[in-house]
């Protein structure tokens, strides 16, 4: 199948965006990902995917924490500067308040999940995650969705 064909049938699908974090060496990480989803109820486990060309795997790896942000609909600024790979890791923490330094959660969103990285292997052009939820919460407020390539609001 033709790589744009691809993309445009998978654009379809709307999906939630979230925003993935860990911590590694005191230096918060992140990266803005649709790419997300619940793997297992008992034990709570979910996956996510990270381009293998980013730099930011070697923090994941080393680390072995994450936490899935997931996004309310007033966030597309935030989605949007953790999406740049212009922006340093640094300029995109700038952009958000943080509920806490040891796992980067994220003030303002729909809810979080925090835990440990279990598994990952490299699939295609990507490095895929699995984790162990650890703990979570979840707040009021509308999701951020992406589809047709660009962002969606549900109403």
Same mark, same amino acid.
């Given at each position: 199948? /033709?790589?744009?064909d ?8 709307a ?8 911590t590694?060496n005191?230096k918060p +990480?992140g990266?803005t990902?649709?790419? &997300? %989803?619940?793997?297992?109820l008992?034990?709570?486990?979910v996956?996510?995917?990270? =381009? %293998? ?6 923090? &994941?790896?080393?680390? =072995?924490s994450f936490?899935?942000n997931?996004?309310?609909d007033k966030q597309e600024?935030v989605s949007?500067a953790f999406?740049?790979? *212009?922006n ?5 923490? !700038?952009q958000?308040?943080? *509920? @806490?330094? *040891? @796992?980067?959660?994220i *003030?303002?969103?729909?809810? +979080?999940?925090?835990? /440990?990285?279990i598994? +990952?292997? !490299?699939?295609? #052009?990507?490095i895929? +995650?699995?984790?162990q939820?650890?703990?979570? #919460?979840?707040?009021?407020?509308n999701?951020l ?6 962002y969606q609001?549900?109403g």
């Open positions: 199948m /033709e790589q744009e691809f993309r445009a049938i998978c654009a379809q699908f999906t939630g965006v979230t925003l993935i974090t860990t590694h005191s +990480y990266f990902a649709n790419s &997300f %989803t619940s793997v297992s008992e034990p709570a486990i996956l996510f995917c990270l =381009k %293998t060309a980013s730099e930011t795997n070697a923090a &994941f790896q080393a680390s =072995k936490t899935i997931i996004l309310s600024n949007n999406a740049s790979s *212009k340093s890791h640094e300029a995109r923490f !700038e958000v308040e943080l *509920k @806490s330094n *040891k @796992s980067p959660i *003030k303002g969103g729909l809810g +979080y999940l925090t835990g /440990e990285i598994k +990952y292997e !490299e699939v295609g #052009d990507h895929v +995650y699995y984790g939820v650890k703990e979570g #919460d979840r707040f009021e407020g999701p969705l992406y589809a047709k390539g660009g609001r549900l």
